[in-house]
């Protein structure tokens, strides 16, 4: 069965410093993995999707994660907050089914 | 523009009233869901629908059902909604095809206060 743990439920930064939210995923096959965003208040959206193509996803507003299989690993990582990044992140993961699986979220606050 | 829309974005009742929160899609998509979010929970699947007149059960049906008569549409319905329901609820949709690949596109969330 596949599961997605995300290991911070609260991370905090400083504006200017990197980002690194945490997700480990379980999977029998080959999964896709997707990182969405939530801002306060409003609906989710896709950051970045991992499909068996290259490993190291590039999303928007310069977030990236990387895909490894040996660790089942899949952080979202970002050289620089800005204020505007503090929001709830989940981390999802999908087995070739209809169904997402999504994390238990980790929220980002950035201090100024 | 692109979108899932949801009505009501906010709704206050009381248990046993049944209430219907509309879902509406211009995407032309197959694949419709409904996710409940809750603390500490993420969001979990209640049901979807692969295409008009299919459904199927997520994870946590009890206690809600859903139609699908049209494609642009999918209504959730509360029968009889307890206060284990409030939550905040979100429909999305995607194309048919590997719907794990796809993006699903999530409309901006119904905030339910069941008393």
């Known amino acids: 069965a596949q599961s997605v743990t995300q290991l911070d439920s609260h991370v905090s930064v400083s504006e200017g410093t990197p980002v690194l939210l945490r997700c480990n995923y379980s999977s029998s096959y080959s999964p896709s993995l997707f990182w969405y965003v939530q801002h306060p208040n409003k609906g989710l959206q896709l950051l970045l999707k991992?499909?068996?193509?290259?490993?190291l996803v590039k999303g928007i507003n310069g977030f990236e994660a990387e895909f490894k299989k040996s660790e089942t690993s899949f952080h979202l990582t970002k050289p620089s907050a800005h204020m505007s990044d503090a929001a709830e992140y989940f981390c999802?993961?999908?087995?070739?089914?209809?169904?997402?699986?999504f994390g238990t979220g980790t929220r980002l606050q950035v201090f100024p | 523009e692109a979108q899932v829309t949801q009505n009501p974005r906010y709704l206050i009742t009381v248990t046993g009233k049944k209430l219907t929160v509309t879902c509406s899609q211009n995407m032309n998509h197959e694949y419709m869901s409904w996710y409940r979010q809750d603390p500490g929970l993420g969001l979990r699947q209640i049901y979807y629908s692969m295409n008009v007149e299919v459904t199927d059960k997520g994870d946590v049906p009890e206690g809600y059902k859903v139609s699908r008569k049209e494609k642009r549409n999918f209504p959730l319905i509360l029968e009889s909604p307890s206060p284990n329901q409030t939550s905040l609820y979100f429909c999305a949709s995607s194309p048919p095809w590997a719907v794990n690949q796809e993006t699903q596109y999530f409309g901006p969330g119904t905030r339910l206060l069941v008393l």
């Open positions: 991992y499909t068996s193509a290259a490993t």
């Open positions: 999802v993961v999908s087995e070739g089914t209809d169904k997402l699986i």
